[in-house]
């Protein structure tokens, strides 16, 4: 499967720990998003990279978040210090240049704090 | 900032039927994309349809095509003989073509459709 890979799909947690997510993008795609999606509603606009630049951050991505992108390939998105409302689907999503405009999405990564 | 508005929160129609998906959209760009995603339950989210705003000609995908109404800035989706399989939540987006390129998202339609 060459799609936008996302790991762990499901990570239920408590409140206070700390959670890693992993996006494996479309090989050579040099754009990469995160987004929020919380229970019936849109997803929302966290962060993205151009290659290994994190160029954009949303009011959305408080202190205790933190996306990187070593290398301009793989990225990670970590949580600090859970809270309950962190409990949402996180999704990544890879593009290949500015022209066409649409996003390849992964399946997303599941969080729940408990 | 730009901002999506779908007023439909869910519909459910019959199989073989023709539904259409309202979306409104504001901002004060000339030169964006709009954007219908599907996204199934438990499955990735996957472009459906893309309009350019510059192009008059509504945009058509098979059994998906748009009703773009640049001045009222509405954006409308219909599915022509509908199948189980369209079964899905459905997002309008919008995304400008300078900077970051980020999609602001619809609130999303449930779409069902029965046998």
């Known amino acids: 499967d060459t799609g936008v890979s996302q790991n762990p799909r499901h990570k239920i947690t408590k409140r206070g720990q700390n959670v890693t997510f992993r996006c494996d993008p479309i090989?050579?795609?040099?754009?990469l998003y995160w987004y929020r999606q919380t229970l019936g509603q849109g997803p929302e606009f966290l962060t993205y990279?151009?290659?290994?630049?994190?160029?954009?951050k949303s009011r959305l991505l408080s202190d205790r978040f933190s996306a990187e992108r070593p290398k301009g390939s793989f990225s990670t998105l970590e949580i600090q210090r859970t809270e309950q409302g962190d409990s949402a689907m996180y999704l990544c999503?890879?593009?290949?240049?500015?022209?066409?405009?649409?996003?390849?999405f992964g399946e997303g990564s599941r969080l729940t704090v408990l | 900032a730009q901002t999506v508005t779908q007023s439909q929160p869910e519909m459910s129609v019959q199989e073989a039927e023709t539904v259409t998906l309202s979306c409104t959209y504001d901002?004060?760009?000339?030169?964006?994309?709009l954007f219908w995603y599907k996204q199934p339950p438990s499955r990735q989210m996957i472009l459906v349809i893309r309009q350019e705003a510059y192009k008059q000609q509504n945009a058509t995908e098979n059994r998906f095509s748009v009703n773009f109404q640049k001045a009222a800035k509405s954006f409308s989706l219909k599915i022509s003989d509908s199948q189980l399989g369209d079964t899905a939540m459905y997002f309008c987006a919008f995304m400008t073509r300078q900077g970051a390129q980020k999609l602001v998202f619809g609130q999303g339609t449930r779409l069902t459709i029965n046998p």
């Open positions: 999503a890879s593009v290949p240049d500015r022209a066409s405009g649409e996003l390849f």
């Open positions: 990279f151009q290659n290994e630049a994190q160029l954009e």
């Open positions: 090989s050579e795609h040099n754009r």
């Open positions: 901002t004060s760009e000339s030169n964006y994309y």
